[in-house]
């Protein structure tokens, strides 16, 4: 499950956030989601065994995406 958790700057919580994110498997490159904050996204395995990464994406204020979070993970 994958969940992006958004805050403005004084800490507060902010839900509803659309954003893109991408997961790329060992040996599978991920294609683009989309995702609202705080929503619970779920993801499926695919590919061999290996180190994977997951990337989002949101929109700045010029409309253009900038990348906000990146995580990297192993599969077993």
């Given at each position: 499950?994958?969940?992006v958790e958004t805050r403005d700057s004084g800490g507060a919580?902010?839900?509803g956030i659309s954003f893109m994110w991408?997961?790329?498997w060992a040996t599978v490159k991920g294609s683009r989601h989309k995702g609202q904050?705080?929503?619970n996204l779920m993801l499926r395995?695919?590919?061999s065994p290996g180190k994977g990464e997951v990337r989002a994406y949101a929109y700045n204020d010029n409309g253009g995406l900038?990348?906000?979070a990146?995580?990297?993970f192993v599969i077993e």
């Open positions: 499950m994958l969940r919580v902010v839900e991408y997961v790329d904050s705080f929503e395995c695919k590919g900038v990348e906000v990146r995580a990297a």
